[in-house]
């Protein structure tokens, strides 16, 4: 699959007659990139317009021991060739729980640490009490509210996590540790400086809403620029880029972002949750539907889970969907309400 889509991709590059160099690349002036070839050698490259496009890597906590530990992140836990007896998983976010279930359901032990009161902090709580409940009825040990203090071992081996939670310390004994605590902008070696492009306090670029850099010419795409992090988010960045270079004014400010974690049942959302609907003191009504109440899951017998829909008080447009349950992503993709402040879809 992975082959697949690189042949698609370079015969892209092909076909549309633009040249693609293969190398490392940083910037030594502004709008100029040096780039060391991977055959050997070296070309100076500059241009009226840049877009600076690197993408991120895995977070590493600064936590004591972690790194002599050797952890993997969900890049090398997709690589595995053996099963862990004991996986713990830093992080319950969307990349943790999809990784935990899977690894669970193939055999492992799993536990999860997450220093937050709840799993995935970005959603409502009753949305992340469903997931956890889904999870700890497939045997996934959840441990909220927990600062892991220190690490020893090597992971693949045995490794032993000391934590806090509540004031006392403990400890969680496994055999891999799983790293899923966020990710980092690769900008550290791209020369940001001397192109005069400004990073933020955690490396990402600094964009303004049509992802202009604080550099004259250059734009930045995706992960790196502090995109939601999300393939179609990237691919929504470059038709923004790409209509800005052209005259027009395209601007993040508007759009309306679907996502899905992909575990068994899906979590999809779109639009506002109800607690970004509370902060941003938008009033909101709020109806939830079992899925258990959809007569289709009753056939299937894939009943967990809820459907939940955020309707302005003022009027009835729809705000945001949330669905946890069988085939989620397909339901959100179907929708065709009228909502705020444009088509969910």
Partial sequence: MVDRENAFHLNAYKESGAELIMGSGHFVA???????????????LSGEQVVVNVGSHA?????AGLAAARPISHIEALELDNLPPHLIVFGGGYTGIEMAQAYRRFGSRV????????LM???DAD????????????????????????????????????????????????????????????????????????LDARGFIRVN??????????????ECAGSPQFTHVSVDDFRIVRDNMAGGNRSTDDRIIPHVMFTDPPLARVGLSEQEARRRGIAARVATLPTRNVLRTEATDETRG???????????????????????????ARCRPRCWPGCLT
């Fill in 59 to 63: 977070a590493m906590p600064d936590i």
């Fill in 209 to 222: 809403t049509r992802l202009e850099t604080s550099a004259a010419g250059v734009w930045a795409i995706g």
């Fill in 127 to 198: 949305v992340a009490g469903e997931t956890q409940s889904i999870l700890a009825d497939e045997g996934v040990d959840v441990v909220l509210n927990a600062e892991p203090l220190s690490v020893r071992g090597v992971s693949g081996d045995a490794v032993a996590v000391t934590i806090r939670t509540g004031g006392s310390e403990g400890m969680v004994e496994g055999s891999d540790l799983l790293v899923a605590t966020g990710r980092l902008a690769n900008t550290a070696d791209i020369g940001a400086r001397e192109a005069g492009i400004a």
């Fill in 306 to 332: 809820f459907v939940k829909v955020l309707v302005s008080a003022d009027d009835d447009s729809i705000l945001g969907f949330t669905m946890i349950g069988s085939e989620a992503g397909e339901v959100m």
């Fill in 30 to 44: 502004p709008r100029t990139i040096e780039v060391a070839l991977n055959d050997a050698g070296v070309r100076l």
């Fill in 121 to 123: 902090g970005r959603e």
């Fill in 111 to 118: 536990t999860i640490i997450e220093p937050g009161r709840q």
